[in-house]
Nanobody
Framework: QVQLVESGGGLVQAGGSLGLSCAAS????????MGWFRQAPGQERREFIG?????????YYADSVKGRFTITKDDAKKTMYLQMNNLKVEDTAVYYC????????????????WGQGTQVTVSS
């Protein structure tokens, strides 16, 4: 099982930018998908916001973040990144990275591993 460790997050003003990292402790960094979820205050479910195929490099974004958030990866560092631009107050949430066997699986929150979560707070 892949272990995921997140870093980044914090407090930023609306319109600002923030970056998150998710390092994977796995023998290989290919053949599966990694992605990001977020859980807003008071929400029971985690929202899938995007993912990246480690083998293909292809990405998928939810409409709520498309055009503002970018997911990238560094194969040598076995790390996935989330660059968040033009942040809005409604982006405030705990952000989790995750690993799954496919993009269709991760979109359904069928996940093999979760990161510990990191808080992102956007102030007005």
């Amino acid at each position: 099982q892949v272990q995921l460790v997140e870093s980044g997050g914090g407090l930023v003003q609306a319109g600002g930018s923030l970056g998150l990292s998710c390092a994977a402790s796995a023998r290989t960094f290919s053949g599966y998908v990694m992605g990001w979820f977020r859980q807003a205050p008071g929400q029971e479910r985690r929202e899938f916001i995007g993912g990246i195929s480690l083998s293909l490099g292809s990405t998928y974004y939810a409409d709520s973040v498309k055009g503002r958030f970018t997911i990238t990866k560094d194969d040598a560092k076995k790390t996935m990144y989330l660059q968040m631009n033009n942040l809005k107050v409604e982006d405030t949430a705990v952000y989790y990275c995750a690993a799954a066997i496919s993009m269709s699986s991760i979109q359904k929150a069928v996940v093999g591993s979760w990161g510990q979560g990191t808080q992102v707070t956007v102030s007005s």
